[in-house]
């Protein structure tokens, strides 16, 4: 004999899907950026530094606009997602392009360290009922403490300073994997879907060019 769904049940039910259609659209503008991202890196695998460093910029006023854009339209904040993802993608060109001539296998094992990496921690942060976003704040904190590490280093010899600043690299974005993954499982608002996957896309290339620059230390 079946009973009668309760109210309680067809909300949790309606709050399910909600998340499952969040969570699969989120994670497709991830893919589709991604896609790009290679595309940018392909298309820019010529270029000098200094260009790549104009890109560079230029993708994150992309990134910037996209908190203005989600505000009055959804689709011109996928579509500076997505130009984001082709101008990230000439920005690091040259880095990439370098590790794939000196020492290719790096740029392989890296990507698919990464994809482990992503998985475990983002699994982790989605399943976890514990409130993550205190130690958000702390990352956030920890990620300038490591950029300003990283400026030192450029005019500071440090013995493996570059593999301590990745190894620290790391474990922050660790914690921001965590935390967005969370973020993806808490939020409602479909709208959000762009903002989450650039947020989870900059985990992805972060930890990518962490663990390129300790693989490429083998060379």
Not at 171 to 186: K, P, S
Not at 189 to 198: C, N, S
Request: glycine share 10%; charged share 10%.
């Amino acid at each position: 004999m079946s009973f009668p769904e309760t109210s309680l049940e067809r909300t949790e039910s309606q709050t399910r899907d909600e998340s499952h259609v969040l969570f699969g659209q989120t994670m497709g503008l991830v893919a589709v950026t991604a896609g790009l991202f290679a595309v940018g890196a392909y298309l820019g695998r010529n270029m000098s530094s200094g260009a790549g460093f104009l890109w560079f910029l230029v993708a994150f006023g992309c990134l910037i606009g996209m908190s203005f854009a989600i505000r009055k339209s959804e689709q011109l904040a996928i579509g500076l997602l997505f130009a984001f993802g082709v101008l990230i993608g000439l920005g690091t060109a040259p880095t990439i392009a370098y590790y794939a001539t000196t020492n290719p296998q790096a740029v392989w094992q890296a990507g698919g360290a990464t994809a482990l990496f992503i998985a475990g921690f983002g699994a982790a942060g989605y399943a976890t009922r514990r409130d993550l976003q205190p130690l958000a704040r702390i990352l956030f904190w920890a990620l300038l403490a490591l950029i300003v590490f990283g400026i030192v280093t450029i005019f500071v010899r440090i013995p493996n300073g570059q593999l301590i600043y990745a190894i620290l690299g790391l474990v922050i974005f660790a914690g921001f994997t965590m935390v967005d993954f969370q973020r993806l499982r808490r939020t409602k608002d479909i709208r959000a879907a762009p903002l989450l996957a650039a947020s989870i896309f900059l985990d992805i290339l972060n930890v990518f060019l962490l663990l390129l620059s300790i693989f490429g230390r083998r060379n």
